[in-house]
């Protein structure tokens, strides 16, 4: 379960590290989907994105902290991390308040272009 629905809180693997991945294995989970993806969510201003994540070291914490709650998401509704609904709705509004500031940055920026 996810300790108190906190991205950074979450264990990581639990696959020993000594257990290496097929390759085939790693292409078919590099080649999964995740939805929510910024660059889903955002398909016009994906340079601009790239480009922050680049150069600006908050928008890049920002990015980092919606890929670790949507990826969290995902994981707890594939069925990967069990949990509780009132977590998953807790990420849920916590990725939406990240997406939304994100927004908000992204429109900023295309008005001063």
């Not at 594939?78 to 990240?98: A, C, M, V």
Request: aromatic residues 6%; without cysteine; glycine residues 2%.
């Amino acid at each position: 379960m996810l300790r108190d629905a906190l991205p950074g809180s979450v264990e990581k693997s639990r696959r020993p590290s000594s257990v290496a991945l097929h390759p085939i294995a790693l292409i078919e989970i590099m080649a999964m989907h995740i939805p929510h993806e910024l660059r889903d969510e955002f398909p016009q201003e994906a340079s601009l994105i790239e480009r922050m994540i680049r150069t600006n070291y908050e928008f890049r914490r920002l990015a980092a902290r919606y890929d670790d709650i949507n990826r969290n998401i995902y994981r707890i509704e594939s069925g990967e991390e069990p949990t509780t609904d009132e977590i998953l709705e807790r990420l849920k509004k916590w990725r939406l308040k990240l997406k939304d500031e994100i927004a908000a940055i992204l429109t900023k920026l295309e008005h001063r272009m």
